[in-house]
């Protein structure tokens, strides 16, 4: 009977001390989704709040001044876009390409490169990326939906699906988006493979490597630089 006693003593402690384990484990699982949960709403607000902050500084762009002198420059820049390309860059686009960067001090050639290497070189307004795990990238400026909608609110303009596949739209989308991570980090590197790689992909990179030079960046300011007699224009 004693034994029988004990036997029933220490079951009666191990399934104590298993359930004690198993309530602590799942607290502990608990807590580190909250903290989880935490970092991610924390970086959510501060990424409302730049955007915030952006849209509030929307009139610090500049005021362009189009005269007949002005415009021959504007047509000067986007023909050397237009022969590059071999033609592929439409004149149209090139000249609103110069026009919008021209507004938000951006070197026109930093948009057109990015353009080029997004499109594969072949500047197909109607280009669909290959699928990821956030989807699609569509248009131009291959934007994905999960982030074209608040950039088009930045930029103070409409926002539907088709509208990634308009050549104008996706320009001045990729020239806010660049113009808004310029904003928050005040250099190229950063600001280009955030495009890519998206802003937390870009801390993801920059803890990897230890800094933000990655091959996309350099490739597309590397080949702006070939254009710096006409970047004078943006500046």
């Excluded at 026009?99 to 353009?115: G, M, S, W």
């Excluded at 904003?183 to 495009?195: G, P, R, V």
């Amino acid at each position: 009977m004693m034994k029988k006693m004990q036997w029933i003593s220490i079951v009666l402690v191990l399934v104590i001390a298993g359930v004690s384990y198993y309530q602590i484990n799942s607290y502990q699982k608990e807590m580190q989704a909250l903290k989880k949960e935490k970092i991610e709403l924390t970086k959510e607000i501060e990424t409302i709040e730049s955007q915030a902050m952006y849209i509030l500084n929307q009139s610090n762009h500049a005021e362009i001044d189009l005269t007949h002198e002005t415009w021959p420059q504007y047509f000067d820049v986007a023909e050397v876009m237009v022969k590059e390309s071999d033609g592929k860059f439409l004149r149209p686009w090139a000249i609103y390409l110069v026009k919008e960067a021209e507004e938000y001090r951006i070197d026109p050639f930093i948009v057109y490169e990015l353009l080029k290497v997004e499109t594969g070189n072949t500047f197909n307004p109607n280009l669909v990326g290959p699928e990821t795990k956030y989807g699609h990238a569509y248009g131009m400026a291959q934007f994905m939906t999960n982030t074209a909608p608040w950039i088009a609110d930045m930029a103070d303009m409409p926002y539907k699906e088709n509208l990634l596949y308009d050549p104008y739209y996706s320009i001045k989308l990729s020239i806010v988006y660049l113009d808004y991570l310029y904003n928050q980090y005040d250099n190229w590197d950063e600001t280009l493979t955030a495009y890519n790689r998206g802003m937390t992909g870009l801390e993801q990179y920059k803890l990897k490597n230890g800094n933000a030079d990655s091959v996309y960046a350099n490739k597309i300011q590397t080949n702006a630089q070939k254009y710096k007699e006409f970047v004078a224009l943006a500046n």
